[in-house]
């Protein structure tokens, strides 16, 4: 999430709005408002769709308020089900910070398979921070559901 460090004045605000509808207007993926009883929640959207290979990865954000309310995995669970159902897509990522416990249990708790660990693969807050990779594939999904 380097964009969070770099949101600091509304300007900042409306950049990333309007990339998103850019994005969007491109099918190219989506970014959407979580939103609980009226306050926005958080973030949750793809990063980009390659149809070619029909995949894609999934990015999320939650507001310290708003965690252990089984929102995040709630939204996912939507977001995949589009992304299988609706897109035609095959295949779905997510990553995460190897030290960000809390978000790799969403990808584990939904079916999603440890697929290995990129390292250094994100500058968040003044250092590199490695990733792992989890992966979710239609065939899968099908027998989870």
Known sequence: MPW???????????????????????????????????ELAGVIGLHGINWANKSTSIGYWLGEGFRGKGLMTTACKAIIDYCFNELGLKRIEIRTATENHKSQAIPERLGFQKEGCTRSSEFLYDRYVDHYVFGLIKEDYNRLA
């Open 4 to 38: 969070v460090g770099f949101t600091k004045k509304v300007s900042d605000s409306i950049e990333f709005i309007e990339g998103t509808l850019k994005q969007f207007d491109d099918n190219n993926g989506f970014q959407a408002g979580i939103w609980y009883r009226g």
